[in-house]
């Protein structure tokens, strides 16, 4: 029987979990989630203390997307009734940035479909992270598809601070889910993005058929791109997706991954991302033992927990929300986890 503790402490060794490891958590029995998580709270509780950093999304320009990619209401094999809009004005992206500093959010996501931005669209974003800067003490993170090292480039030069861009799953199933581009193209905008100087957001989508090795996988394919935040999305199968059929997850089987990756990525912030409401249902709070973010006020095209709630929630553990977030891995908390609500 696997003593989840022994992985926590190779973990704050920065010690690699070996794949029977990796299986092992993935694969817990249910009776012993409360191991698990409290394993994983040491972890998180090393480097994170007992806080949570708030990101807000603002979908920034909606459908349309020339991509097939199969979890993606937006794709163009998707029929997803979903509300479709060109780039929107650069007003609206600046109101969206007070309402995220409003929500006690840290950092605010520009996000748009499609599979490259074109030059005007990187103009008009560059130009709105401008105003934004000037008057809103906010971090600006960007998800816009493939990127080029220029475009990269003139982001940075605007004032944004990070650049999105997920892996979705491992290099071996992604074929599965997409076919217009490969994991090779992603790989290459988070290089144009590291190259300009940007931070580097991305994580993967737990649940759309892939198994655990694919998991396992994309957790130790992140390690190699070292990013600075990871967030990890819990399918909420779309009607019209070529997806929308997949076995649900339930909520062991998010909190399982969440703390496979803490133990992976011991010193990055994990977010719990999209589909969370979906798929832990009440056991969301949970999730916030292994993960040290979290989204506010909805996603791309799915409401999402409004940030008053997110904030109870936080509260209600005993937590507190991040303001001013230090660099990860530089605040080690002093005491021991001794509980799971030590």
Not at 24 to 49: C, H, I, S, T
Not at 65 to 83: M, N, R
Not at 140 to 151: A, D, K, P, T, V
Not at 174 to 192: G, N, V, Y
Request: a negative charge; hydrophobic letters at 40%; charged letters at 20%.
């Amino acid at each position: 029987m696997t003593d989840f503790t022994i992985l926590a402490d190779k973990a704050l060794q920065d010690e690699l979990l070996t794949r029977e490891e990796c299986l092992a958590v993935l694969n817990a029995p249910n009776d012993r989630l409360l191991e698990l998580l409290q394993a994983a709270f040491k972890v998180r509780k090393r480097y994170f203390g007992k806080t949570v950093r708030l990101q807000m999304l603002l979908n920034a320009k909606s459908g349309a997307c020339q991509e097939d990619c199969g979890y993606c209401s937006q794709s163009s094999v998707s029929t997803a009734p979903i509300e479709r809009y060109g780039l929107l004005a650069q007003e609206q992206m600046v109101t969206g940035a007070r309402r995220a500093a409003a929500a006690k959010a840290q950092r605010y996501c520009i996000v748009i479909s499609g599979r490259s931005p074109l030059d005007r669209e990187i103009a008009d974003i560059a130009s709105a992270v401008r105003s934004i800067k000037q008057d809103i003490p906010i971090q600006i993170c960007c998800s816009l598809g493939l990127l080029n090292e220029r475009q990269a480039k003139d982001l940075k030069a605007a004032g944004v601070d990070r650049i999105n861009h997920n892996l979705n799953t491992s290099e071996a199933y992604h074929a599965e889910i997409c076919s217009t581009h490969t994991f090779q193209d992603r790989l290459a905008t988070i290089r144009h993005a590291r190259t300009a100087g940007l931070e580097i957001c991305s994580g993967g989508i737990v649940g759309m058929g892939e198994g655990d090795e694919d998991l396992i996988d994309l957790a130790l394919a992140l390690r190699e791109v070292k990013p600075d935040s990871i967030p990890l999305n819990m399918l909420h199968p779309a009607s019209g997706t070529p997806l929308e059929h997949c076995t649900p997850l339930t909520p062991q089987r998010c909190l399982k991954a969440l703390c496979l990756f803490r133990f992976l990525h011991p010193r990055t912030e994990l977010r719990i991302a999209g589909g969370r409401e979906h798929n832990l249902r009440s056991l969301q709070p949970l999730a916030l033992y292994p993960a040290d973010s979290v989204f506010v006020n909805g996603y791309l095209t799915t409401p999402g927990q409004p940030a008053a709630e997110v904030w109870r929630m936080i509260e209600d553990l005993g937590f507190d929300i991040q303001v001013d977030t230090p660099a990860p891995g530089t605040t080690p908390a002093t005491e021991p986890a001794v509980g799971l609500h030590s």
